[in-house]
């Protein structure tokens, strides 16, 4: 069974940094792209980040790159996303996942999150 554990939220200042984890289980970590998604209040959960098996590759939507970085510790079973500069437009719950072959697509592993919360 594919457990997903996130941490590292919680309420900072517009400005501010933030770094989570998301410690996996149950599945072949270092096979897997990782990727990183959020859920603001009242919309649909969207893609954030991803990375590669190795942690060689890394991609990002716009609304995000320059100030989001994921990164992974294939020995610890865990991946990373290190926010910066974060706005009140970051405010949401983050979630890790594994993604499908497309990159993208997330499979149906769903941890309990993690709330983030930007205030002005």
Known sequence: QVQLVESGGGLVQAGGSLRLSCTASGLPF???VMGWFRQ???KEREFVAGIS???RNTYY?????????????????TV????????????????CNALRNDLI????????GTQVTVSS
């Open 80 to 95: 990373y996303l290190q926010m910066n500069s974060l706005n009140v437009g970051d405010t949401a719950v983050y979630y």
């Open 40 to 42: 603001p209040p009242g």
């Open 105 to 112: 697509t997330p499979y149906d592993y769903w941890g309990q």
């Open 61 to 77: 939507p716009d609304s995000v790159k320059g100030r989001f970085t994921i990164s992974r510790d294939n020995g610890k079973n």
């Open 30 to 32: 270092s096979s897997y």
């Open 53 to 55: 098996g190795r942690g």
